[in-house]
């Protein structure tokens, strides 16, 4: 009979063996899962006990502020998140500010927007005697802090002013150092950075993109500057270029807000009467500037009230008020790479010619003029800073002492002058006789060139010089003139005093200097001979110059007062040494004659007169 085997035991058999092979499969895959774990997961749990207690007494307590994730993404313990653009985001939880400091200036940068809040110059000083912060703190806060950053869209312009940037370092650094800001929003991404050494020139590196490709912006300062507290300082701000050998001064009429300007440029900025702050671009060929002019409203009275604390509340609200043109400048590369360095500085002589743009041969020498005769001018006030510093340490006596040289220098003109005035008063008499024989010829009528021909060749033969009377006048007039340009522009008498002045390049607060000049002018037209000058067109002149100099410098640097008052003191004492002269008795003599026989006195009074004069002298 056939064995029958049960179902139910085969199937069983089958079963067993298949479990054992499902259960083979999943320990090698439990097995493989642990490895990969341990391999791609950190470990949640020490191994070592006691490494698991030290770790539990670690454990912060409940209660006690905790570092927020961005501190710890800008550690490195936390991965940064990443925004639309595929960047990791970069910001500071908090506003904070780092100070960079040497012996000439001492510059708050603060980490928002990554500008500067305060630029102290150590050596210069403002109204109140304290170290000049040349940041325009009013106009800064409506237009723009220095060292911020323009681009083309006023929106993202406005979000970098106000983004938190991360930076390398905070608190108080003592120059040579560097300081860099870094701040991404995970599609913008823009870092700055500044090196910094022992002179007024600092280096700046900008860098911004967006989705990994260059954007262009700009560093920029916006406008204004710390000393600016009255309607002249205002006036005297300018855009200064150069580039391609020429350079460029341009008032604020002439500057359109927002206008781009291309390359070359040596350097480029703006400045006012004494301070400057400007861009020297690594390569001038592609460098780009944009100009930027805003109109701030400033109280009627702010010579006294100052700008630092905006308009007063009461001015506000009378509307007592007056714009006045504030000037900027942003420079930039056409590879959206910045590299400049930067001037922010007074603007000294010694100091301005040591400044070097990419080019050696260029330097900011340029950057201070002192109008027409400025050549004129920079020979005197190098000769002022040479007397400054080797005869006397105040700038006042300096130009005490270089008027006295220069008079001094002038006295053989002078003395050259009386004598062609003395040969021009003897002649005068034939003079006048020639002219009476054309007086009754029109001034068209051609005959008159006959006399002008005879009147000439009198000159000619009794070796009159028609111009010796006009030649230190013609000397001095430059030299007065080059004064006038270059005493108020020098920032070496900001602030310089001498004796009851405080400041020798703002206008003498009592008046004192012209109104001594005013006198002074007078005294000289009086006592100076003007040999063949009508006496009542001399009596006019000695009124008209006094009034015309006054007028001139009643506001004027007193600098300029000074240099006129002492120039006056000299020549009236030199003219009356030399109105005791032989030379200046007989002029004097003829003088007189001259005038009573215009005045149609007898030729006995005339003589009768003579010895009054000589028996006065």
Not at 120 to 135: M, T, Y
Not at 317 to 345: M, Q
Request: proline letters at 7%; one cysteine or more; glycine letters at 8%.
């Amino acid at each position: 009979m056939a064995e029958f085997k049960n179902p139910n035991q085969q199937g069983a058999q089958g079963s067993n063996s298949n479990l054992l092979v499902l259960m083979l499969v999943m320990v090698v895959v439990f097995t493989g899962l642990q490895f990969y774990r341990s391999k791609h997961n950190p470990q949640t749990a020490s191994p070592n006990p006691a490494n698991s207690q030290t770790a539990a007494k670690n454990t912060p307590a409940a209660g006690i502020p905790q570092p927020s994730a961005e501190l710890l993404r800008n550690a490195g313990e936390l991965p940064a998140p990443t925004g639309a653009g595929g960047l990791p985001t970069l910001q500071a939880p908090a506003e904070t500010t780092t100070t960079v400091e040497n012996e000439l200036y001492r510059i708050t940068f603060s980490n928002k927007g990554a500008e500067v809040r305060s630029w102290l110059l150590k050596q210069q000083r403002d109204s109140d005697g304290k170290p000049l912060d040349l940041v325009h703190e009013q106009a800064a806060a409506k237009f723009g802090y220095p060292l911020s950053l323009f681009t083309y869209d006023p929106a993202l312009t406005a979000g970098l002013r106000n983004a938190m940037f991360v930076p390398s370092a905070t608190g108080d650094l003592r120059a040579p150092n560097n300081l860099s800001f870094e701040f991404s929003d995970g599609t913008t991404h823009v870092k700055k950075t500044f090196t910094f050494d022992e002179t007024y020139v600092l280096h700046a590196d900008v860098e911004v993109t967006r989705n990994h490709a260059p954007l262009r912006a700009l560093i920029s300062w916006p406008g204004g500057f710390g000393d600016q507290e009255n309607a002249q300082a205002y006036a005297s701000t300018q855009l200064d270029t150069f580039g391609s050998g020429k350079e460029a001064h341009d008032a604020p009429k002439k500057i359109a807000g927002g206008a781009t300007l291309s390359g070359p440029f040596d350097w480029a900025g703006v400045s006012d009467t004494y301070f400057a702050a400007i861009f020297l671009p690594e390569n001038a060929g592609t460098a780009s500037l944009v100009t930027l002019r805003d109109d701030l409203a400033v109280p009627k009275d702010f010579r006294k009230n100052g700008l630092g604390h905006g308009v007063p509340a009461k001015d506000a609200a009378k509307g007592a008020t007056i714009n006045v043109p504030l000037l900027g400048a942003a420079i930039g590369d056409t590879s959206g790479h910045v590299r400049t360095r930067i001037f922010v500085g007074p603007k000294l002589v010694n100091v301005l010619k040591n400044v070097h743009a990419a080019d050696p041969s260029v330097t900011l020498g340029p950057l201070l003029e002192f109008g027409f005769f400025g050549v004129i001018g920079k020979y005197l006030f190098l000769a002022l800073q040479f007397i400054h510093a080797h005869i006397a340490s105040n700038w006042g006596w300096s130009i005490v002492i270089l008027t006295i040289i220069i008079n001094g220098v002038l006295l053989p003109l002078r003395i050259k002058t009386m004598q062609s005035g003395l040969k021009m008063q003897r002649i005068q008499p034939e003079m006048d006789t020639i002219k009476a024989r054309y007086k009754s010829l029109k001034v068209t009528d051609p005959k008159r060139n006959e006399m002008n021909a005879e009147i000439m060749e009198l000159q000619k033969r009794e070796g009159v010089n028609m111009f010796g009377g006009c030649i230190p006048t013609l000397i001095q007039l430059p030299l007065l003139f080059a004064f006038f340009g270059m005493l108020p522009k020098v920032v070496e008498l900001r602030h310089a005093h001498w004796g009851w002045i405080p400041d020798l390049s703002a206008a003498d607060p009592w008046h004192i200097l012209p109104i001594i000049m005013v006198v002074s002018q007078f005294l000289v037209q009086f006592y100076t001979p003007s040999p063949g000058v009508d006496p009542q067109q001399q009596k006019m002149m000695a009124f008209m110059m006094p009034a015309v100099s006054g007028y001139m410098t009643w506001n004027y640097g007193a600098g300029l007062a000074l240099y006129w008052s002492v120039g006056n003191l000299i020549g009236i004492a030199q003219q009356a040494v030399m109105n005791r002269t032989s030379l200046g008795r007989e002029m004097r003599e003829i003088a007189a004659r001259r005038a009573l026989r215009k005045a149609g006195t007898s030729p006995a009074m005339q003589k009768s007169s003579g010895k009054v004069i000589q028996g006065k002298r």
